[in-house]
């Protein structure tokens, strides 16, 4: 169910649980997105202390709307921390968009071969574009010094962040409800596909000749790296 359904009543409980996460979708609830968790919470499949971005004040929000008791993060699920934004190292990152269908926001530009940028002001910090990156250029900078959770965030960037969201999975319909985690694990198989020498001549698709552009891009960065003797 779409979180931007029409058909939902305002009133919902799911709507109203829905309202006050921050719209990270960083999925660390254990969940695809917000609207997922917001969905069991209302069911009662989910307790309310597994978002670590909305911190301690999000489980009070949350306690406030379910009627469920105010518990402490729950650390497996990570810790309330302040407020990060991607940082992409233009000096490594090689272009090979892997990035671009797990951020939650659309907040990377970009194109094959050539340098991307991540968008500060439409980033979430929901660290889903760090694990695929190939050659480990993307790293997360705090941006509000002290401030953790909710006061790190507000809600008009909650909201922003939710409508980006809700485009993002209008303008890629070829993820197939897939949650950003399963993107994760799929934009990353290519590489390790390419390091194989039998896949490689095998292949004659494209996709497949994109996975030896990356990889044979991905061992010129590695071999770059290595202190010269």
């Not at 029409?6 to 997105?33: K, W």
């Not at 309330?80 to 233009?90: F, M, Q, T």
Request: hydrophobic content about 35%.
């Amino acid at each position: 169910m779409s979180p931007s359904d029409p058909s939902l009543p305002e009133t919902t409980l799911f709507n109203r649980i829905h309202a006050v996460l921050p719209q990270t979708q960083c999925t660390r609830c254990g969940y695809p997105d917000c609207a997922a968790y917001a969905h069991a919470i209302a069911d009662d499949a989910a307790p309310i202390n597994q978002c670590p971005p909305g911190g301690q004040e999000g489980v009070q929000r949350l306690a406030a709307i379910t009627g469920s008791p105010v518990t402490a993060l729950n650390p497996a699920n990570g810790a309330e921390g302040p407020r990060a934004i991607a940082v992409i190292d233009e000096a490594w990152c090689i272009g090979c968009t892997l990035c671009l269908p797990v951020c939650p926001t659309d907040a990377i530009l970009g194109s094959n071969k050539t340098m991307h940028i991540v968008i500060e002001s439409h980033c979430t910090g929901c660290e889903l574009c760090i694990p695929v990156c190939p050659v480990d250029c993307i790293s997360l900078e705090n941006i509000p010094g002290e401030r953790t959770g909710w006061s790190a965030w507000s809600q008009p960037e909650a909201g922003k962040a939710l409508e980006r969201y809700t485009l993002h999975s209008t303008r890629r319909p070829e993820t197939g409800g897939r949650s950003p985690k399963t993107l994760v694990k799929e934009e990353k198989a290519p590489i390790q596909a390419a390091s194989s020498p039998t896949g490689a001549e095998n292949s004659a698709s494209a996709a497949e000749q994109k996975r030896l552009v990356i990889a044979t891009a991905l061992a010129r960065a590695r071999a770059a790296r290595k202190p010269k003797s």
